[in-house]
């Protein structure tokens, strides 16, 4: 009982936990979601392809590129970037259909999520060392098991809300040509879904501090001092 209670009032794991159901809530839309929005919004399947292998091809590199500056720019900022930057990616095919909009918009998720990815899974880490520093025993088992609950409910709730809006639009896959109230739910579910989770995780990173604090944490734990720190 000593751990659960240790974490449920770890408001910096309980973050990690909010930031991680995020995440693969908008993995689960974004998986899904160019499909749909190439073929019945842009009438253009082909774009699919492009626009997915885009979003890939620009966030691996971004991802070796970040590891270098993510020690002098710290995570929660780190964080912050990629959040900014991946919501203005979502959010441009609002603006225009354009090909080369929805190619930049692809770009900019892809470089946007690269770059938050990196201190995604390290911020978790760092939220358990905080809680041994407080509460002088380490969380590590279960605490870690945030990242299986993350990803469960997380894709759970992105695949509930994605059906939940086609069926609400009234989508029909057997109809080539798809109603208004379909299409408004395929943009919803291609943009603002993406970008609200995005907001989401962008409002939970500007109250995780602990980058501020985590070089004196380190430094007490080494020299003993943990379990003083309620």
């Known amino acids: 009982m000593k751990v659960i209670k240790s974490l449920v009032t770890n408001k910096y794991w309980l973050m990690c936990v909010g930031i991680g159901i995020l995440v693969y809530i908008l993995m ?102 905080y809680g041994l520093w407080r509460d002088g025993f380490n969380a590590v088992g279960m605490g870690n098991a945030a990242n299986s609950f993350s990803q469960k409910v997380g894709n759970a709730l992105g695949t509930t809300i994605v059906g939940f809006l086609l069926s609400a639009g009234g989508f029909d896959a057997t109809l080539a040509a798809q109603p208004a109230s379909a299409l408004t739910s395929i943009v919803i579910q291609f943009t603002w879904l993406p970008a609200i989770c995005c907001l989401g995780i962008l409002i939970l990173a500007i109250f995780y501090d602990l980058d501020k604090k985590y070089a004196a944490i380190e430094t007490d734990i080494k020299a003993g001092k943990i379990g003083e720190n309620k």
């Open 28 to 129: 689960a839309a974004a998986s899904s979601a160019p499909i749909y929005y190439c073929q019945y919004v842009l009438g253009n399947l082909d774009l699919q392809s492009t626009v997915s292998s885009l979003y890939t091809l620009s966030m691996l590199p971004t991802l070796f590129i970040t590891i270098a500056f993510v020690g002098k720019l710290g995570k929660r900022n780190t964080l912050l970037l990629g959040m900014v930057i991946s919501v203005v990616g979502w959010i441009l095919p609002v603006v225009s259909n354009a090909t080369i909009i929805m190619i930049v918009g692809a770009v900019l998720r892809g470089v946007g999520f690269g770059i938050a990815g990196v201190p995604v899974g390290s911020i978790v880490q760092d939220a358990l060392t």
